[in-house]
Structure formats: structure tokens, C-alpha cells
């Protein structure tokens, strides 16, 4: 997988803000950026599925012609040109879409957006808990994780700060991010 590309000049900023806001708090904050939450690959290939079987029935909706059409390009014609055309074909049309569906944009389209926010809740709890960020001295771990493709930002904290700062205060912060 290749690195994140951030620019350097962005990473700077937010270090500074989290240095800053550091000493504001006894709160020990950490920043997580990620390409993307989960691989999406069950939607993706739904996805793919699904047109697939749209293609096949439009396929099937126009079988005479199609017949006619293969029939005029061979003299030995038989069923089985109609039967391979349409069975490969579906599959290339298959293989297409579910490569189209790795484009990020198409993601953010067919990937039900309830899926990419449980997503991202899931892998910033994971994130939370491997990085280490709940382990700090009064539990006062901050995290702020950003998954790019999802366009989400959750910023989870431990129990020792979630006491002392309002939930509208943290909702603050994420929609200001």
C-alpha cells in the first residue's frame, strides 16, 4: 500500500495545534490519519453484482436481436454463440464495475453512508485501543482520527476528560475539523 500523502506543511499546523492545545489541558491528544476505514469489498462487489444481473436481464430483454445479430456473423451458427456471448460478456461487465467500484468516488456513491460512519466508529475504537491512547495517566487519552475516503473525523476521549467537557463541545470541535 502506498504512503499517505499530507502535505508537510498541513502536518506542521496540526502538530502545532495539538501541542497548543496540549498545554491548554491535562489531556494527552493523538492525531490519526488513514486512507480509508475498511475495504468496502462485500458493497464493492455487490455493487459489481448487481449490475451485472441488470446487464444479463437487459441481455435476455433483447435475445432475438442479439441472435440475429451473432447468427449474421457466423456461418455455423448455433445457440451456444448466444449462450457464451452473454455468460462472458456478464462476466467482463462484472469485472468492470467491480474495478470501477475501487475508484474512491464511486465508493462515496454506492457505500450506504450508515456503513462508512459504523465503519470509521469501529476502526477509531480499534485505533483507540491498540495505539495505546486510553493508557495515560488520569485517562485523559484524546483521540482525533480521520479517515480520508469516508470524509469522517471521530474524536473519541477517555474517561478521566469525557467527565469534564460537554458532548456539544466535542461535536464543536469534529464539525470545526
Given at each position: 500500500m502506498t504512503k499517505l500523502k499530507v502535505n508537510p506543511e498541513k502536518l506542521k499546523q496540526i502538530s502545532t495545534a495539538v501541542k497548543e492545545a496540549e498545554s491548554k489541558t491535562s489531556g494527552e491528544i493523538a492525531t490519526a490519519f488513514i486512507r480509508q476505514s475498511d475495504t468496502y469489498a462485500?458493497?464493492?462487489?455487490?455493487?459489481?453484482?448487481?449490475m451485472g444481473f441488470?446487464?444479463?436481464t437487459i441481455m435476455m430483454a433483447f435475445s432475438v436481436q442479439l441472435e440475429e445479430w451473432?447468427?449474421?456473423?457466423?456461418?455455423?451458427?448455433?445457440v451456444g454463440y448466444l449462450t457464451a456471448f452473454v455468460g462472458y460478456s456478464t462476466f467482463v461487465v462484472i469485472a468492470l464495475f467491480y474495478l470501477l467500484?475501487?475508484?474512491?468516488?464511486?465508493?462515496?456513491?454506492?457505500?450506504?453512508?450508515?456503513?462508512?460512519t459504523?465503519?470509521?466508529?469501529?476502526?477509531?475504537?480499534?485505533?483507540?485501543?491498540?495505539?495505546?491512547?486510553?493508557?495515560?495517566?488520569?485517562?485523559?487519552?484524546?483521540l482525533i482520527f480521520i479517515s480520508l475516503l469516508e470524509h469522517r473525523v471521530e474524536l473519541l476521549s477517555d474517561r478521566g476528560i469525557a467527565e469534564k467537557i460537554d458532548?456539544?463541545?466535542?461535536e464543536g470541535i469534529v464539525n470545526n475539523i
Open positions: 462485500v458493497q464493492e462487489l455487490s455493487f459489481a453484482l448487481i441488470v446487464y444479463f451473432i447468427r449474421g456473423m457466423y456461418w455455423d451458427y448455433n467500484s475501487n475508484i474512491p468516488f464511486v465508493d462515496r456513491f454506492i457505500i450506504p453512508k450508515r456503513v462508512m459504523a465503519k470509521v466508529r469501529q476502526r477509531a475504537l480499534r485505533y483507540f485501543t491498540e495505539s495505546g491512547v486510553y493508557r495515560t495517566k488520569d485517562q485523559t487519552g484524546i458532548q456539544s463541545e466535542w
